[in-house]
């Protein structure tokens, strides 16, 4: 069985620029969270979605947006990059909030 | 605001050895708590959980301790092996969210010695 898988592994962006980062989650499950590693820390949640509809939502600025469609994947959208943006996004699926949540391997953003 | 603690940024024990990670937290509204591993290039993976209703649980050699008046737990490893060298978060959470919703530690990492 295939588990969270996140697409792009690495990328480069510039200053300013927009990125979207993208997350299937394990077949038959239907939330997804978004979390932000900076180098030296722990993750930091960004959002959480359940049946298409945000559940939750960290510290971040509006700059951060998601969605999630239909079949459960998932979108990370982040607007005007800055610097400090640069981060491993790591994506992980649950099945219920009692169920152990998966993590995908994680998209590095690095903005230059 | 670093709601969850791990205060020791790395740790090495030789090889059979117990192993102790600690974490402490801030929130005392948080009433579930987990440690999970990270190995590079790979997402992390769930240990352990305990809810603030216990205070110990077992899983193998796996046993993570809280003690709710310091607000501090533990995961010991014993005994340890090769592969348990990794960075350990400890994350915290309410029941109501479970696994969804995870505030994390900075991590440990961790080096078994031959």
């Known amino acids: 069985d295939a588990g969270v898988t996140q697409s792009p592994t690495h990328l480069i962006k510039t200053r300013g620029q927009h990125v979207t980062l993208r997350c299937s989650p394990i077949?038959?499950?239907?939330?997804v969270s978004w979390y932000q590693q900076v180098l030296g820390q722990g993750p930091q949640f960004i959002f959480q979605?359940?049946?298409?509809?945000?559940?939750g939502r960290g510290n971040f600025p509006d700059r951060f947006s998601a969605r999630q469609f239909p079949n459960y994947s998932s979108e990370l959208n982040v607007n005007a990059l800055l610097l400090g943006d640069s981060a491993l996004y790591l994506c992980?699926?649950?099945?219920?909030?009692?169920?152990?949540?998966?993590f995908g391997q994680g998209t590095r953003l690095t903005v230059v | 605001d670093q709601q969850v603690k791990q205060n020791s940024p790395s740790l090495s024990v030789q090889e059979g050895r117990i192993s102790i990670l600690n974490c402490d937290y801030t929130?005392?509204?948080?009433?579930?708590f987990l440690w999970y591993k990270k190995y590079p290039a790979e997402g992390p993976t769930f240990l352990i959980s305990i809810s603030s209703i216990k205070d110990k649980n077992e899983d193998g050699r796996f046993t993570v301790f809280l003690n709710k008046s310091a607000k501090h737990l533990s995961l010991h490893i014993v005994p340890s092996q090769p592969g348990d060298s990794a960075v350990y978060f400890c994350?915290?959470?309410?029941?109501?969210?479970?696994?969804?919703?995870?505030?994390f530690g900075t991590g440990t990492r961790l080096t078994i010695i031959p």
């Open positions: 994350a915290a959470s309410f029941i109501n969210f479970g696994n969804e919703k995870l505030t």
């Open positions: 979605y359940y049946e298409k509809e945000e559940r």
């Open positions: 992980a699926s649950t099945y219920s909030p009692n169920t152990e949540a998966f």
């Open positions: 077949s038959g499950h239907k939330s």
């Open positions: 929130n005392s509204m948080f009433d579930y």
